[in-house]
């Protein structure tokens, strides 16, 4: 490849955004590959800078609630935002139920089966005691007792113990089971924390180990049926098991962009904003300044509808306006590569919005733990 002549002219708003776009065709998917590195553009350096990231990144918060955050990440990479996800997924540490010890089971529901229903139910209590009080519990050795490594601060018990019985005020005509019998469901409300040694200083009252949502349906039973099972409780990694995971769903997407390139106008327009989502194209009329400007398109169509861009974060991207005729070349699909949508749901142990600040904390310590192995590394050679 011959040098080039002369210092290449820095590039245009225009192309920076094109560069930074991931294009959204018919058929195809396009600039798809990172183009941000050192030597990929003549007389251009892109190497890392410290500075330039701290001047271009943000996050923008778009929903922060208990249960559930939505966010945006601008300026980073998708290395950077996937470790965020695989964090929030498997290395935030929460407790869930491990051990289940059936003294009896008469239900209809095997005891494997029931075992990994109760360890599915998310429950919580004091913050503090369960990040900082509890333990890493350790399963006992080979001829160790198996209650050799159970102690207060890494196992919380449990009791669940329910039996069906006949209401004797029931309704002779009534065929609904919660009139007919007394626990015709049990519930994870049924299930009851039975504090050890120095538990009751971190939970109690309003603190008290619980399940998130109550209303969880364990298990159907009838008259002679039974349950009286034994939990212990435990904390670990969504790594190790799903049912360790603070996070219900943690996902993220990148933030679509819709260039309008030509005027859609009338019932094109209708046509148009029927092919996004609702609020992602609006219409608005055509004003006189824009009637009047020669070039624009609307010459003489002042106060007729036109199709404008709203709101894109709500899009989709289902590319149905790339199938009709009527619309080609008059508009651009794409994502944006560097602003990515979090979205986060807590299971209950957590708030939403304390579990990106843990992710980040975690990613931290991480950075930090391998920053002197690659100085080893760079010194070594």
Same mark, same amino acid.
């Given at each position: 490849?011959?040098?080039?002549?002369?210092?290449?002219?820095?590039?245009?708003? #225009? /192309?920076? /955004?094109?560069?930074?776009?991931?294009?959204?065709?018919?058929?195809?998917?396009?600039?798809?590959?990172?183009?941000?590195?050192?030597?990929?553009?003549?007389?251009? #350096?892109?190497?890392?800078?410290? /500075?330039?990231?701290?001047?271009?990144?943000? =996050?923008?918060?778009?929903?922060?609630?208990?249960? /559930?955050?939505?966010?945006?990440?601008?300026?980073?990479?998708?290395?950077?935002?996937?470790?965020?996800?695989?964090?929030?997924?498997?290395?935030?540490?929460?407790?869930?139920? #491990? !051990?289940?010890?059936?003294?009896?089971? !008469?239900?209809?529901?095997?005891?494997?089966?029931?075992?990994?229903?109760?360890?599915?139910?998310?429950?919580?209590?004091?913050?503090?005691?369960?990040?900082?009080?509890?333990?890493?519990?350790?399963?006992?050795?080979?001829?160790?007792?198996?209650?050799?490594?159970?102690?207060?601060?890494?196992?919380?018990?449990?009791?669940?113990?329910?039996?069906?019985?006949?209401?004797?005020?029931?309704?002779?005509?009534?065929?609904?089971?919660?009139?007919?019998?007394?626990?015709?469901?049990?519930?994870?409300?049924?299930?009851?924390?039975?504090?050890?040694?120095?538990?009751?200083?971190?939970?109690? +009252?309003?603190?008290?180990?619980?399940?998130?949502?109550?209303?969880?349906?364990?298990?159907?039973?009838?008259?002679?049926?039974?349950?009286?099972?034994?939990?212990? @409780?435990?904390?670990?990694?969504?790594?190790?098991?799903?049912?360790?995971?603070? =996070?219900? !769903?943690?996902?993220?997407?990148l933030m679509p962009t819709i260039r309008?390139?030509?005027?859609?106008?009338?019932?094109? *327009?209708?046509?148009?904003?029927?092919?996004?989502?609702?609020?992602v194209i609006a219409l608005e009329p055509?004003?006189?300044?824009?009637?009047?400007?020669?070039?624009? +398109?609307?010459?003489?169509? #002042?106060?007729? @509808?036109?199709?404008?861009?709203?709101?894109?974060?709500?899009?989709?991207?289902?590319?149905? *306006?790339?199938?009709?005729?009527?619309?080609?070349?008059?508009?651009?699909?794409?994502?944006?590569?560097?602003?990515?949508?979090?979205?986060?749901?807590?299971?209950?142990?957590?708030?939403?919005?304390?579990?990106?600040?843990?992710? =980040?904390?975690?990613?931290?310590?991480?950075?930090?733990?391998?920053?002197?192995?690659?100085?080893?590394?760079?010194?070594?050679?």
């Amino acid at each position: 490849m011959a040098p080039s002549k002369g210092r290449r002219q820095p590039p245009s708003a #225009e /192309e920076l /955004e094109e560069r930074n776009t991931v294009g959204i065709n018919k058929e195809t998917v396009t600039n798809t590959t990172s183009t941000d590195y050192p030597g990929n553009y003549p007389d251009e #350096e892109h190497a890392w800078d410290k /500075e330039y990231f701290r001047q271009n990144f943000k =996050v923008q918060w778009h929903q922060n609630e208990q249960f /559930e955050a939505q966010f945006s990440l601008i300026g980073v990479d998708a290395s950077i935002a996937n470790a965020f996800r695989r964090i929030l997924i498997a290395e935030i540490p929460s407790l869930a139920i #491990e !051990t289940v010890y059936v003294n009896n089971n !008469t239900s209809v529901i095997q005891d494997e089966v029931l075992a990994h229903r109760l360890g599915l139910i998310p429950f919580t209590g004091s913050k503090k005691g369960i990040r900082e009080y509890m333990t890493f519990w350790r399963k006992p050795g080979e001829g160790e007792d198996s209650y050799a490594t159970t102690f207060d601060n890494n196992t919380v018990s449990l009791k669940l113990a329910a039996k069906c019985t006949h209401r004797k005020d029931a309704p002779k005509d009534s065929r609904d089971p919660h009139e007919l019998y007394e626990n015709a469901h049990v519930y994870a409300r049924d299930i009851t924390f039975e504090p050890l040694g120095g538990q009751p200083k971190y939970f109690s +009252g309003d603190d008290a180990i619980r399940p998130v949502n109550p209303d969880i349906l364990i298990a159907k039973l009838r008259p002679g049926q039974e349950i009286d099972i034994d939990m212990h @409780m435990h904390k670990g990694f969504g790594w190790d098991h799903a049912k360790y995971s603070p =996070v219900a !769903t943690a996902s993220y997407r990148l933030m679509p962009t819709i260039r309008i390139t030509a005027p859609i106008l009338g019932a094109d *327009a209708e046509k148009f904003a029927a092919c996004f989502m609702p609020g992602v194209i609006a219409l608005e009329p055509v004003t006189r300044q824009e009637a009047r400007a020669l070039g624009s +398109g609307y010459e003489g169509h #002042e106060g007729e @509808m036109k199709a404008v861009v709203k709101d894109p974060m709500r899009d989709t991207v289902s590319r149905e *306006a790339l199938r009709h005729p009527e619309f080609e070349g008059k508009v651009k699909l794409g994502r944006r590569r560097d602003h990515f949508i979090f979205s986060i749901e807590s299971a209950g142990q957590w708030d939403s919005d304390e579990l990106f600040l843990e992710a =980040v904390r975690i990613l931290k310590k991480k950075a930090g733990a391998l920053r002197p192995q690659v100085t080893n590394m760079v010194y070594a050679f």
